[in-house]
């Protein structure tokens, strides 16, 4: 069984940064897109910024320039490296692992979820 935990949230105050971690187990995620979302009260959950195991990255425009994704293979860990946050950034942020996964099952289909991670952005 796929499963995510985030750690890293947390208050921060506008201007400041904040490094989000997910770390993903139970297979192999070589196929696998690992990324991150978030939903603001009120709001819908909307992607922030997603990484390939072979390094390519996407992002939202409301991020571009302040987050970093990265990922570590060995680890099978994707993190967000969040700087100038604002306000509006304040959200449940989730981890989300899709494409196809090896385990002893075969290559499997996946889109799995993290539990959520609060990160409020408060002075």
């Known amino acids: 069984q796929v499963q995510l935990v985030e750690s890293g949230g947390g208050l921060v105050q506008p201007g400041g940064s904040l490094r989000l971690s997910c770390a993903a187990s139970g297979g192999i995620f070589s196929e696998t897109v690992m990324g991150w979302y978030r939903q603001a009260p009120g709001k819908q959950r909307e992607p922030v910024a997603s990484?390939?195991?072979?390094?390519?990255?996407n992002y939202a425009d409301s991020v571009k320039g302040r987050f970093t994704v990265s990922r570590d293979n060995a680890k099978n860990t994707v993190y967000l490296q969040m700087n100038s946050l604002k306000p509006e950034d304040t959200a449940e942020y989730y981890c989300n692992a899709r494409g196809f996964y090896y385990s002893v099952k075969g290559r499997t289909p996946l889109n799995a979820w993290g539990q959520g991670i609060l990160v409020t952005v408060s002075s």
């Open positions: 990484v390939t195991s072979g390094g390519s990255t």
